[in-house]
């Protein structure tokens, strides 16, 4: 059984620059959510998906967009890179049931670390 | 905020020490789990406990929850130099479907 995987692990962007972040869920996973975590803070919710849908979002502007694909793996944009989007980015899958099911237990990976210069 | 709050924000103990920690939140909830995090890197589940649950226990792990108080408690015994991490509390709002929201962690600093 193979863990959460992240990539890239670190990356450095220019003010206005875009970005991709990817995710590879657990297996047997359906749900992932992305957080960001500026240094010492707590992680910040960005998105959830549910089966290729996104099932709920945080209180980040549109240029933060996201995708689930069939094998649950997802991708995080991130559009017009401001310097306060530095920060670790976390992927967390887990084996949801939908949007009226509770929060389950998140298996988390490592995280990308994104400079914005 | 909604979020879950951590007391205190750092927390330095020698090796052989327990190590409380608390969070409180303000609406209801239908789960409370608790994580760790080493060093700015992917966060670790310890325990879930829910609404209707008043403690559990993991290991050298003890969790409260009083729901009255909307607060919640981590205790680790016997402490370690390998628990120096930041612990976070992270809570499944009701009102807010199934996301968990987190706290800003209890960093946690163990001396050999």
């Known amino acids: 059984e193979t863990g959460v995987t992240q990539s890239p692990t670190h990356l450095i962007k220019t003010r206005g620059q875009q970005v991709t972040l990817r995710c590879s869920s657990q297996?047997?996973?359906?749900?992932v959510s992305w957080y960001q975590q500026a240094l010492g803070q707590g992680p910040q919710f960005i998105f959830q998906?549910?089966?290729?849908?996104?099932?709920g979002r945080g209180n980040f502007p549109p240029r933060f967009s996201g995708l689930q694909f069939p094998n649950y793996s997802s991708e995080l944009n991130v559009n017009a890179l401001e310097l306060d989007d530095s920060a670790l980015y976390l992927c967390?899958?887990?084996?949801?049931?939908?949007?009226?099911?509770?929060?389950?237990?998140?298996?988390f990976g490592a995280g990308s670390r994104l400079t914005v210069l | 905020s909604q979020q879950g709050e951590e007391d205190p924000q750092a927390l330095s103990i020698q090796e052989g020490e327990n190590a409380t920690m608390n969070c409180s939140y303000k609406?209801?909830?239908?789960?409370l789990q608790w994580y760790r995090q080493n060093s700015g890197r992917g966060l670790v589940h310890l325990i879930l406990i829910r609404s209707n649950e008043r403690e559990k226990h993991s290991g050298r792990l003890r969790v409260t929850l009083d729901t009255s108080k909307k607060s919640s408690s981590l205790l680790i015994t016997a402490s370690r130099a390998a628990d120096t991490a930041s612990y976070f509390c992270?809570?499944?709002?009701?009102?807010?479907?199934?996301?968990?929201?987190f706290g800003g962690g209890t960093r946690v600093l163990v001396k050999p």
């Open positions: 609406t209801s909830i239908n789960n």
């Open positions: 992270a809570t499944d709002f009701k009102a807010a479907g199934n996301k968990l929201t």
């Open positions: 967390a899958s887990s084996l949801g049931s939908g949007p009226t099911g509770g929060a389950n237990v998140l298996t």
């Open positions: 998906y549910y089966r290729e849908e996104e099932n």
């Open positions: 297996s047997g996973h359906n749900t």
